[in-house]
């Protein structure tokens, strides 16, 4: 048998992957089959997503419908590419400052 390769997946995944078993009606089974993951894994997943929703109706709040979380999604994957272009401009300037050769008179 081969070694199990760890991987480690972000809230955003987890919780997506559980609303496509929770919104579509389909089973555990078939979407971790679709997503190559264990059955036991995504089952775990899909509890704690209807916790916080269950959670959020007691406290009188309305989750996120589908759209809403791919807007939050797209908007969270912008700040993620813009944060990376501002530590490539900061390295870049740091860079561009130290090759700067004083002005001799």
Known sequence: ???????????????????????SGRSIAVVAR??????????TWVKDERR???AAEVGGEK?????ERAELLRLR???GELEKDNA????????????VMPITA
Not at 2 to 21: D, G, I, W
Not at 34 to 43: N, R
């Open 88 to 99: 490539f401009l900061a390295k870049a300037s740091a860079y561009a400052a130290r090759r």
């Open 52 to 54: 916080r929703i269950a």
């Open 34 to 43: 679709e997503l190559g993951i264990h059955e036991t894994v995504l089952s």
């Open 1 to 23: 048998m081969p070694p199990r390769k760890r991987r480690s997946f972000t809230a955003e995944y987890k919780v997506e992957a559980a609303h496509r078993v929770i919104d």
């Open 77 to 79: 994957r912008q700040v």
């Open 63 to 67: 989750p996120l419908d589908a759209a």
